[in-house]
């Protein structure tokens, strides 16, 4: 297991990046939460965690191990792949993912693309009570001049199994409320819940 990966970025997209550890390069999947605090050229730390399928080895990388628990809670959930796992992470922070579940927030829950009402009852009702309370690492994400997060997020969201069109028009309904102080991370956010509310 590849718990923590320590190395300087390479190459950053808005769900995914390179990190070069000692002359290897380790492509890291990530929410674009976590891909926003990335700057190339700099030092970082992830946690990690990887998925090993017969036909992959895929490494997931997380601003921290509150992060990196949860998913690796969230992919033991029947029905819950890693992919479902990051985009809830993507949705929601590890706080309040940790909270939707615990409440059984089906409303919550179902924001995510690809959990249902059926999916969200069963994530709540196997994890409930191993989530924990939330516990509120405090993590901030630098902001972003509005006229640059509108591509990272239709990348992000694309990534995330939207089409180009529905993309774009949830960038069309956020730009109309941005007020140019939100993150790239928050920004996304509103997004997926626009296109949650189709």
Known sequence: MIAQVRGTVVTVGMTSAVIDVNGFGMAVLVT?????????????TLATSLVVRED????????????RDLFELLITANGVGPKLAQAALAVHGPDDLRLAIAEADLAALTK?????RKGAEKISLELRDKV????RTGQSVASEPVDTWRDQVMLGLQGLGWSAKDAEAACDRVAEDATGTESV????????????RK
């Open 185 to 196: 991370a928050e920004l996304m956010r509103a997004a997926l819940q626009t296109l949650a």
């Open 132 to 135: 924990g309370p939330p516990i």
């Open 112 to 116: 995510v693309p690809g959990i249902g």
């Open 32 to 44: 674009p939460a976590t891909a926003s605090g990335l700057r190339i050229g700099t030092e970082v």
């Open 56 to 67: 992959s080895m895929t490494l997931y990388g997380f601003a921290d191990a509150a992060g």
